[in-house]
């Protein structure tokens, strides 16, 4: 059921709804490239977005508006493959959708007809889902993906999301990135093994925090990871993650922690973490830190440890065996720098480590503010 739901926003104009016109809410760059919607009208021109037909990159905002209407709107007896050819002549490989409440059937639906199309990348922000989708829709009958991409999307279902999502999609998935999340504590049993999912950023969710990240990384359902993310997560030590990491079963050989209000001193229990064998990256950069953490790994590949807080250079005692160690925008390479109106020749460096951490830092409090209730 629910074929012709599926067709959503992007096919709209194909059910004949009834069109006011107005300004123009979809925009297509001269090389057919990029088309852009806006559906801001309280009336909204749907059919503009026919014109996106062409584009390889679309997107498509739906000015905050509720889409419940639709879902009485459309005849759910319909058969999606009367529209295969139109499905199939769509260029689209990255899509986004943003900005509206959307009943789950709807977007579940929405899927199931892209999973006739070439999509590679589906981007969802600023999304509200309501419901869940009746189980006669599910069946891994969606897009083949390689990235996902979700920021500031909330889900009725909570702790299932994950693994509903999932199984609107077929397998294949490569990179999965959740931003600005509301839940990230998800149901495991019911989340089936991403088998070729490489790349997991969870960035941009300050509430996470290390306990949070334990239920957020299902065990044993992420075997081929290689890199994993987690700026602006709310991350306390090194130590901890890694505990995080060996109760996850969890091995990449990329670890991104920068911009984490890190400790350097873990509690006792952690340090004794074992680092997976793999890890040869690490990234430690605008995280605070006025000395080198303790209970790092004894060997890396590349350590970066710019735009914190050391006051003098690292023993080598205190650092692991490192191929590329980065120290730029730290205190005791450019006394004084950290001054406003410090006019040196490396303060250009140390501020602009400076600036940048400030700004994550912002965009981190509004996510904080929104998720801190959410996340308890
Ligand atoms: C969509 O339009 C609204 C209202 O004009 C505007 O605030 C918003 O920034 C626009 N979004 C994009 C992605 O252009
Ligand atoms: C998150 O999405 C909701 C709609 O679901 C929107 O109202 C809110 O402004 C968004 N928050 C941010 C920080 O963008
Ligand atoms: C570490 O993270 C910072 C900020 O997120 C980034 O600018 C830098 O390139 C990263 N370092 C490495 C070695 O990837
Ligand atoms: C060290 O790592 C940085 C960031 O990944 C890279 O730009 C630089 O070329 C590396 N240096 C060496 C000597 O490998």
């Given at each position: 059921m629910e074929s012709l739901s599926c067709?959503?926003?992007?096919?709209?104009?194909?059910?004949?709804?009834?069109?006011?016109?107005?300004?123009?809410?979809?925009?297509?760059?001269?090389?057919?490239?990029?088309?852009?919607?806006?559906?801001?009208?309280?009336?909204?021109?749907?059919?503009?977005?026919?014109?996106?037909?062409?584009?390889?990159?679309?997107?498509?905002?739906g000015g905050g508006r509720s889409l419940e209407e639709f879902l009485s709107r459309v005849d759910p007896e319909a058969d999606p493959r009367q529209y295969l050819d139109v499905i199939r002549a769509l260029r689209v490989r990255r899509l986004t959708l943003g900005a509206a409440r959307v009943p789950a059937p709807l977007l579940a639906g929405a899927l199931r007809v892209l999973g006739f199309s070439?999509?590679?990348?589906?981007?969802?922000?600023?999304?509200?889902?309501?419901?869940?989708?009746?189980?006669?829709l599910l069946g891994a009958t969606g897009p083949e993906l390689t990235t996902l991409s979700l920021r500031n999307v909330s889900w009725a279902s909570r702790g299932t999301w994950l693994a509903e999502l999932q199984q609107w999609l077929k397998p294949g998935l490569k990179v999965?990135?959740?931003?600005?999340?509301?839940?990230?504590?998800?149901?495991?049993?019911?989340?089936?093994?991403?088998?070729?999912?490489?790349?997991?950023?969870?960035?941009?969710?300050?509430?996470?925090?290390?306990?949070?990240?334990?239920?957020?990384?299902?065990?044993?359902?992420f075997p081929a990871l290689q890199s994993l993310a987690l700026r602006n997560a709310g991350m306390q030590t090194p130590a901890g993650v890694c505990a995080a990491l060996a109760s996850a079963g969890v091995q990449p050989s990329h670890l991104d922690l920068s911009h984490n209000p890190l400790r350097a001193t873990a509690n006792p229990a952690s340090s004794e973490?074992?680092?997976?064998?793999?890890?040869?990256?690490l990234n430690l950069s605008s995280a605070g830190?006025?000395?080198?953490?303790?209970?790092?790994?004894?060997?890396?590949?590349?350590?970066?440890?710019?735009?914190?807080q050391l006051n003098?250079?690292?023993?080598?005692?205190?650092?692991?065996?490192?191929?590329?160690?980065?120290?730029?925008?730290?205190p005791f390479l450019a006394p004084?720098?950290?001054?406003?109106?410090?006019?040196?020749?490396?303060?250009?460096v140390v501020l602009a480590c400076a600036h940048s951490s400030l700004a994550v830092g912002m965009s981190g409090t509004l996510a904080l503010l929104q998720g801190a209730r959410r996340f308890a």
């Amino acid at each position: 059921m629910e074929s012709l739901s599926c067709l959503w926003l992007l096919l709209l104009p194909l059910l004949r709804l009834s069109a006011i016109t107005t300004a123009e809410p979809c925009e297509l760059d001269d090389e057919d490239v990029r088309c852009a919607c806006n559906f801001t009208d309280p009336q909204p021109d749907w059919s503009s977005a026919l014109q996106c037909v062409s584009a390889l990159q679309v997107e498509i905002r739906g000015g905050g508006r509720s889409l419940e209407e639709f879902l009485s709107r459309v005849d759910p007896e319909a058969d999606p493959r009367q529209y295969l050819d139109v499905i199939r002549a769509l260029r689209v490989r990255r899509l986004t959708l943003g900005a509206a409440r959307v009943p789950a059937p709807l977007l579940a639906g929405a899927l199931r007809v892209l999973g006739f199309s070439r999509l590679k990348e589906l981007t969802l922000e600023d999304l509200e889902v309501t419901g869940t989708a009746p189980p006669g829709l599910l069946g891994a009958t969606g897009p083949e993906l390689t990235t996902l991409s979700l920021r500031n999307v909330s889900w009725a279902s909570r702790g299932t999301w994950l693994a509903e999502l999932q199984q609107w999609l077929k397998p294949g998935l490569k990179v999965l990135n959740i931003a600005q999340a509301h839940s990230l504590a998800f149901s495991c049993d019911q989340v089936r093994i991403f088998s070729a999912l490489t790349t997991l950023d969870l960035s941009d969710n300050p509430a996470l925090g290390e306990r949070g990240l334990l239920s957020a990384l299902c065990p044993h359902k992420f075997p081929a990871l290689q890199s994993l993310a987690l700026r602006n997560a709310g991350m306390q030590t090194p130590a901890g993650v890694c505990a995080a990491l060996a109760s996850a079963g969890v091995q990449p050989s990329h670890l991104d922690l920068s911009h984490n209000p890190l400790r350097a001193t873990a509690n006792p229990a952690s340090s004794e973490c074992v680092w997976p064998a793999k890890l040869s990256s690490l990234n430690l950069s605008s995280a605070g830190l006025k000395q080198v953490p303790k209970g790092l790994p004894a060997k890396l590949r590349v350590l970066d440890l710019s735009c914190n807080q050391l006051n003098r250079a690292p023993l080598p005692e205190e650092l692991p065996t490192v191929g590329n160690l980065s120290l730029h925008g730290n205190p005791f390479l450019a006394p004084g720098a950290f001054e406003p109106q410090e006019d040196s020749e490396n303060s250009g460096v140390v501020l602009a480590c400076a600036h940048s951490s400030l700004a994550v830092g912002m965009s981190g409090t509004l996510a904080l503010l929104q998720g801190a209730r959410r996340f308890a």
